[in-house]
């Protein structure tokens, strides 16, 4: 069954027998802790706490969490937290990791660890779900958080885990809008605006599989039917984009923040491209987001249907 809306992903998520284990990376944070125990409460996942387990304690108790049910390992620095979590993974006592008290870039070097870690297919990149807020629609959003400034060849590899995203999410054929700051190929002052070019190209060639790529595309070109039609720009994927293709960290991230913070939309966010989904959440995210996320790393867990 197709997921069409947050709602449905929880719903989707949920196993038919035990929880998938989310290892948590320095669990001493009290909004990870709340969400993963809501997670745990909703049948979604079982945490299993890794870290300084006196400070994971006295959080707990601060916001009234019981997490006694809980495996928990005690471990002294970030170094040793981020490969004890990886190597439950590697060991199948874990399905998916979320990040606590440590660095993005620390727990992520240790899933990149050639000999250690959880063989990425491709790169990495991040992947966030979110309803429109006009039609209520699901759409994905990439990279606000992994890659800073992609060259074209990780732009593919960006592409191509959206879409696999998208399709493990119900969507066969992925409409991708390559965003820029207008629908003209501009280079060199908007290297963006080439990129989005090749990347479109690339698609029609049979890049992406059974996916419409579309670019250089303005936002509002991107989701509004009516803008695409005044601008005249046609074509699948104007003003109906499921994927929503930032040429850079910083556009991401901003378009991230406003639909988070302005709009106050919930979203679900994974870093994706290796064997195990990757909560790595924001302490802006609200507590609905952070759950929502751990919903969509155990639903990506799943083995791929035959």
């Not at 495996?71 to 002294?76: A, L, M, R, S, V």
């Not at 981020?82 to 399905?95: M, N």
């Not at 003209?184 to 190209?201: G, H, I, Y």
Request: aromatic letters at 4%.
């Amino acid at each position: 069954m197709p997921v069409d809306s947050l709602r449905a992903l929880v719903r989707e998520a949920l196993p038919e027998g035990p929880p998938p284990r989310v290892a948590i990376a320095r669990s001493a944070n009290g909004f990870v802790l709340a969400a993963a125990v809501a997670a745990w409460q909703a049948g979604l996942a079982e945490p299993v706490l890794i870290g300084d387990m006196d400070a994971t304690a006295r959080v707990a108790a601060e916001r009234g969490l019981d997490i006694t049910p809980f495996e928990q390992i005690e471990t002294p620095d970030d170094e040793t937290a981020v490969r004890q979590a990886v190597d439950l993974f590697r060991q199948g006592r874990a399905a998916l990791i979320m990040k606590g008290l440590v660095p993005t870039a620390t727990l992520l070097r240790a899933v990149l660890d050639k000999e250690h870690g959880a063989a990425p297919k491709g790169i990495l990149s991040h992947v966030t779900l979110f309803e429109e807020p006009h039609s209520g629609r699901l759409m994905l959003l990439t990279d606000p958080a992994v890659n800073i400034r992609p060259n074209l060849q990780r732009k593919v590899e960006i592409v191509r885990n959206a879409v696999g995203v998208a399709r493990r999410l119900g969507i066969p054929r992925p409409r991708v809008a390559m965003l820029a700051a207008t629908e003209k190929v501009n280079f060199p002052a908007m290297p963006a605006t080439l990129d989005a070019d090749l990347l479109a190209k690339m698609g029609e060639q049979g890049e992406f599989g059974d996916a419409r790529v579309a670019g250089p595309m303005a936002l509002d070109v991107a989701l509004s039917p009516q803008a695409a039609s005044l601008k005249r720009v046609q074509g699948d994927v104007a003003g109906q984009a499921d994927i929503l293709v930032a040429p850079d960290i910083e556009s991401g991230n901003v378009l991230y923040k406003c639909l988070n913070t302005l709009l106050d939309l919930d979203m679900a966010g994974v870093v994706v491209g290796s064997r195990v989904p990757i909560v790595v959440p924001s302490r802006g995210d609200s507590p609905r987001t952070k759950f929502l996320s751990i919903a969509l790393a155990a639903f990506l867990a799943r083995e791929e249907p035959a």
